[in-house]
């Protein structure tokens, strides 16, 4: 698979996480009332916890890369008020097995799909080398998105979490 391939399959990624936990429009003021109030240190655990039941979900033992940053950012580009805030965990299981793969996959949407995540997609055909899958809890606070990667024996996540607002200091 080219970079430029992969790097329209990250930005894919990256807009259907956006639309799976998006606010929506918004007014423009300091403080939106129809967001989620929550600290980061909530949202941190929440997609740490979403991070750890996805792992699970895979069956396979492999090395984590990444695992530990949240990073956060502002939300005005698609809709959130000023103060507004967006988390990402972006992590990857490697040196897996390649024959597991597309089965470890499999799981982590069964699973998906057995929690009532919605949202669920699946891109992938025994035609391609890599298997995409994402969905969002019911809440829709938090977004998964995975992709195994054949040629290097991994899968990469993105959990998510949009516009959710950070309580008055």
């Given at each position: 698979m080219?970079?430029?391939?992969?790097?329209?399959?990250v930005?894919?990624?990256v807009?259907?996480?956006?639309?799976?936990?998006?606010?929506?429009p918004?007014a423009?003021?300091?403080?939106?009332t129809?967001?989620?109030?929550?600290?980061?240190?909530?949202?941190r655990?929440?997609?740490?916890?979403a991070?750890?039941?996805?792992?699970?979900?895979?069956?396979?033992?492999?090395?984590?890369?990444?695992?530990?940053?949240?990073?956060?950012?502002?939300?005005?580009?698609?809709?959130g008020?000023?103060?507004?805030?967006?988390?990402?965990?972006?992590?990857?299981?490697?040196?897996?097995?390649?024959?597991?793969?597309?089965?470890?996959?499999?799981r982590?949407?069964k699973?998906l799909?057995?929690?009532?995540?919605?949202?669920?997609?699946?891109q992938?055909?025994?035609n391609?080398?890599?298997?995409?899958?994402?969905?969002?809890?019911?809440?829709k606070?938090?977004a998964?998105?995975?992709q195994?990667?054949?040629?290097?024996?991994?899968?990469?996540?993105?959990?998510?979490?949009?516009?959710?607002?950070?309580p008055?200091?």
């Amino acid at each position: 698979m080219s970079i430029l391939t992969r790097l329209r399959t990250v930005a894919a990624a990256v807009l259907v996480l956006t639309l799976l936990t998006s606010c929506g429009p918004t007014a423009d003021s300091t403080k939106d009332t129809s967001l989620r109030i929550a600290t980061e240190d909530q949202i941190r655990a929440e997609l740490k916890q979403a991070s750890d039941r996805a792992y699970q979900a895979l069956g396979v033992k492999g090395r984590l890369g990444q695992s530990e940053a949240v990073n956060f950012s502002g939300c005005e580009d698609h809709g959130g008020s000023k103060d507004a805030r967006d988390a990402i965990h972006f992590w990857q299981v490697d040196d897996l097995d390649p024959v597991e793969l597309n089965p470890a996959v499999e799981r982590l949407q069964k699973w998906l799909k057995d929690e009532g995540w919605g949202g669920l997609g699946d891109q992938w055909d025994a035609n391609r080398v890599d298997h995409e899958v994402w969905g969002k809890n019911p809440e829709k606070t938090v977004a998964v998105w995975a992709q195994s990667f054949r040629p290097m024996n991994r899968i990469i996540f993105r959990v998510s979490a949009a516009c959710f607002q950070p309580p008055a200091s």
